[in-house]
């Protein structure tokens, strides 16, 4: 039996590394067993209304998380017709009087709730238990967006007992803004999905390689031995520290590795990878690919960029972790004395650059007393996009 | 063929506007625009502003984007929102070098790069022929591909570009495994005739007999007359458990009863096959129309899947019982068929035809279903309805059912109503695979054809002498139009594959849009016999 080798990955270098929602390849959920049970044991709590929160950076699997355990619930209750039963809206989406949202509260009137957002229309038919799922509660939405959706949410919730009320989104279901109102509820669990390790990639490159390119060119082979060459290729992939870096960076706090990013740039690899037989070898020199495959227009110009690079660099030549910065810090490394401003205008644009993760807690620094609302919330985190840049410099250097 | 003027400003003649904007902020503010129009709102706050930039990855700051916007005239700044200012003027310069002015509110029109006015479309009806001539050659090519290699079956997306056509993976679709043949052979089901050459009959006796074997031989069996197929099955993701693949994917209501409409235009469509093999055909599509009354729900409608002594109790689902009803209609119009297969085929038929009577909704402004018979939401009820639509006319023809007669102008009167082509267009329905332990705890979502379902529903109603709205005559031009000019070198693009920049023909959407051009050059035919008519 033939070992998966540098042609065999790049011929289903596609479907491997998939990270698309428009192409879809099934994986096994694997990692999330307690987080399971908290949403199943919501979900079957007939007759008692239940909250749940759910936070995960962006694209860690919330969506695919939840619908799976949708489908566990839904196989043992056939009463349950989920296209019915299951309503969704993106927070988002929701139209609002203002920005803000201060005149919203938990005593608000049912009448005033539903003129922004009527929630009873979406379950019309709908008979037994009803669950609603409230996404996007993060930096994406507006202040007001987050306060009207949960004020309707939890009122919704509140006025049957066979509800169950999903919310999902970042740090922003942590903060006060959520609080007030999540805290109106009569019973609250709260769901961190584990973010993505080195663990975890290798199992689900482990389940697609064995799936994709071992037993469609195998399928009589035996199953131990597929297994086992299906799980030296994974671990073939991520041989090299800097592969590695480039699809799990390691983070305090472990915030930035998704599947949509990792398997992006170890897709890039697999199908620029040299000619190479008998086992994959996805060497450095394949950070250097990286800007073909980037999108965007960024530059490289500011002393930020330059200093947060010689940050990263020396992280990965000690192999420790990357730490969060503070607004302070970060001006602090190019000898500005910091404030407002340097947040609103140097730090931002690096954000807005992709350079920069903002991992505070969206709007916690509002105040009633008219303050601007942000959504841009230190600390920070150096991005992949960095990250790959410096890798890249590092090779050339 | 356009009867009134087209202007048209390309973007970068736009671009102008922004004099002395660094082109990073140029490219922002003319993004920023499309989102004003595209959302039909003339106004945006700094905020989503923001979000925009965001998504662009442009270092850019929104306050220099509405600096720079307001700067054009044509834009106010309300206290940190963006507004258009519908009576300004802005200045551009046109591709004919020549400065001229626009209102503001034509800002956007002009973006676009055309100004509609009663435009006509403008392909001429010798293009369809043409249309399927190039489709029925890729789908040789297919055919031709897949012999040579002797694959397993045929997948459901194929990488294209003008040369050739590689498959996307090693998966196959039990879906694209009979559409693709039908791809070649469906001009046939119209009364076109097909020319096949030596090595085509080759390719089809070929797939014939694959598609006869995925079939499950099993008198008295729950699963006689359904599908086997060992392996992952890429049109029903989630369908196949590795822990139990002795047992295949589970199969699908749409698939068995696929394989009986592709059965019967093998059949059709080669008339002096080998009488051995139509024989098998005959039986084998006897098992599966059995199968189809086995998994018919009490309702009268069909799920996805049935479960043997419903220990997994699924619901009726719009896609599986617009397949099913389509090859109980096909079965009918075979002439050599078996009286107890055609007492069968109506009794469920009837049974059927009562379900989609019991849950029919109407008022003043017609007919129409709820989203899989349960969800209120408009583009769900548009997508089930549009599906019922397209088989309800056969289906009261062989049940000379009046109501149903009726009940099919009144949905071709809602559907009309609701419709704007585009061709970009889909619709989506988001389920469940069925799976050897119940629903697969996955989601997988079908983006099916938009505008070539609706034109061969509309089109079906009026081939049986019903009239069409005011306007409708318009709305088809234009649908196939833009059916035409979606094509790529034979095959219809997988949209949500190609708005990430991927070129991946779609061979079961590709047999749809073909039957809707199909389609449409019948209607042209009769609704234009001499060959004139508006903009032809």
Redesign the interface.
Known sequence: MKPVDNHSIADEAEIVFSNSSAYVVELPMVGRDVENEILLDALRDAGNPRAVSITAPLGAGKTFFLGSVIGQYSRSNPSFDERRDRKEIMATNVRTPDEYGLEVSLDLDDKSLMEVLDLEVLFDGSTGRKVLVIEELDRKATLAQVRWCLAAGVAWLNRSPDRVLVVTGDATINGRHAAEFLGGTPSRDHIVLRPLDLDLLRLALHARILEKVLKPHNPFGDAGELDALAQKAAAEVLADDFIRWSAVPITEPPMLATFRDALGVLRGFAQNAPSHQGSVRFGRELISIIPAFQSGLAARASALEASLAREVETSIRNDVTLRAYTADELAGLVGSDGGPQFEKRVIRLLVRKSLLIPIGIPYEAHADDGQEATALAGPYIPSYRLIHSTLLDMLQS | MSTNEVRVAPAAALLQMFEGVDG?TS?ACLEVIRRLRSDASTRL?L?QI??I??D??????EEDVLDALVRTGAFQNEAGTLRLTPTAKALYVADTGVTESVLAEEVIDLLEGTKHVDILPSVSPSELPRCVARVGRWAQSLLAHATERDLPGFPV?WQRDEERSVP????VGSMASVDTAALLLEPARYGWPVDLAAADLASIARAWRYVLDLGIDSPGDWYDGAIFLP??DDDF??S?L?AQAKLGSCPATEAIANRIIGLLTMVRAIPDADKALVLKTIHRVEAAVGCLGRWQLDSGGWAIHRYEGDV??L?PRDVSCQYAAEALVEVLRWSVIPETLRCECLRQLRRFADFIIANVHTDACGSWWD??F???AEHDQLRTTTLLGLVLGRVAQELADSQLIEIQGLVVRYIQARWDPKSEQVFESTF?SPTW?????????WDMVHDGFILVCILDWDARGGVLDTGTEEKLLRAIEGIIHSEYFGAWL?V??F??G?R?AFVSNSLHNLRGVLSASAWIARSFPTGIGPGW
């Open positions: 990073p490219y706050s905020h923001g979000l930039l965001d662009l990855e442009v270092g850019v700051l997306f996307l993976g090693l998966d392996q992952f993701v989630g196949f590795p997994h109790q619901a989203g899989d349960v969800v209120t469940r332990d119940g629903p697969a705890l996955t989601s997988f979502t997988d949500p594959m708005r990430e991927k991946r």
